[in-house]
Each structure stands twice: as structure tokens, then as C-alpha cells.
């Protein structure tokens, strides 16, 4: 769905997330909201060590059957349930950590993104990767009527289930945008300073990233 719902630039928004924390050979990655692994594997590329944390076993279960396919990555990729409000890592353990389409999910987005930032040392990147919505009138009104009646119409032609879906996701990240104008705040607040943002394919695939408050160690 969510590679529908991008008109299949989804792809090119994970790297460009994964880019802009710059990883290096060795560091330590936590990718929350991991799903089926695709910003992992990509960490995993760059000689990461990484931990995908996801709190639906059947997304990990599609992670864990491409594990089988790549010996390699299995080496450095280890993947766990687990919830990003309650995270269960110690504070400072990872030099880096993503997320993915995730707080528009969460009840208590401020509480979230610091339980992120916790877990991240001093001068270690963090970023996301989150659907946006165009500013263009004309581009935004084209995109309403692909998220109100286009995924709606694909996902029935799966399930009921993606049904449902497909109509849930169009309201639900125009939500996230007016609950919270000024995501950068947000962020800051959590502990992580030179915020930044990249809007992308006309503003609907929306990258930020920034960098854990402290001295780096």
C-alpha cells in the first residue's frame, strides 16, 4: 500500500532516509516501524549493525523470509517485536536510528520521540521518513482523489481488510500534518537539534532527520 500510495516512489524516499543519517561500516542502528525490513537491508548494505524493531509479527515475519534469502545480511541484521513508546534498550546504545511511517500511529507523539532520542548517543543522527501532502492546489487535489478513491478501489480488489485501509490512510497523514504543524519543534524538544527536512516527488514523500543533543563520544 504504502508503495500505491507514493506512486511507487517509496523506494527512492528510504534511501534518501538512509542517506541522510550517513551510515558507516560497524556503527550500531536501531530501524523502528521496520516492517518487512526495507530501510534495514539497506542499513545492512552499508555494513551497518542493525536492529529491526517492529510491533506486528507478520510484517517481521516478511523480514525474517527474506533473512533466508541473504546469509550476508542475516549476519547483521537482527530483527525483534517490540513498541517504540517502551523501547527496550539502554540509554545512549545506538550511534543511529530511523523510523518509518510511525507517528502517525502513536498516541503520545512527544513522549514517543523522546523514547527515540534516549536510545541514541550524543551526536548520533536520527530520522524518519513519513508520507506528506502536497502544498500545489492543483497536485493536492489530484492526490486526495488517489488516496480517498483510488486506494480504496485497489485495496478491495484485495481484501476487505486493505479495503479498510486504503480508506484510512488519506485521512489519517492529513492528521498528522495538522496536528502537528511544526514537526521540527517537536523533535527539538525530544532532545535533537539541526533539525532538517526534504520534501519530496512534490511533496509527498516528507524525510527529516537531525542529530541526538550532546557532545559526540
Known amino acids: 500500500m504504502g508503495a500505491l500510495l507514493s506512486f511507487g516512489q517509496d523506494p527512492r524516499w528510504r534511501r534518501s532516509l538512509v542517506a541522510a543519517i550517513d551510515p558507516h561500516p560497524g556503527q550500531r542502528v536501531l530501524d523502528v ?9 539497506e542499513l545492512v548494505r552499508h555494513g551497518c549493525e542493525v536492529i529491526g524493531l517492529d510491533q ?21 541484521l537482527t530483527l525483534m517485536r517490540g513498541q517504540a513508546e517502551q523501547l527496550p534498550f539502554a540509554d545512549g546504545e545506538f550511534d543511529a536510528l530511523t523510523f518509518t511511517y510511525l507517528l ?14 534516549r536510545v541514541v548517543r550524543p551526536g548520533g543522527r536520527i530520522g524518519m521518513v513519513e508520507f506528506g501532502v502536497p502544498e500545489n492546489a492543483l497536485l493536492r487535489a489530484l492526490w486526495r482523489v488517489h488516496t480517498r478513491v483510488g486506494l480504496p478501489v485497489l485495496g478491495r480488489l484485495v481484501s476487505s481488510a486493505w479495503f479498510e485501509v486504503g480508506r484510512f490512510l488519506g485521512p489519517n497523514i492529513e492528521q498528522l500534518q495538522a496536528r502537528e504543524p511544526d514537526m521540527a519543534a517537536l523533535w527539538r524538544a525530544a532532545g535533537i537539534s539541526d533539525v532538517r527536512e526534504s ?8 524525510v527529516m532527520w537531525g542529530v541526538r543533543d550532546g557532545e559526540a563520544g
Open 104 to 117: 502517525r500511529y502513536v498516541d503520545d507523539r512527544a513522549a514517543t520521540m523522546r523514547e527515540l532520542a
Open 33 to 41: 516501524a521496520t516492517g518487512t525490513g526495507l530501510v534495514a537491508f
Open 199 to 206: 520534501h519530496m516527488s512534490f511533496g509527498a514523500g516528507w
Open 56 to 76: 506486528s509479527e507478520e510484517m517481521l515475519a516478511g523480514a525474517r523470509a527474506k533473512l533466508v534469502a541473504d546469509p550476508a545480511a542475516a549476519a547483521r
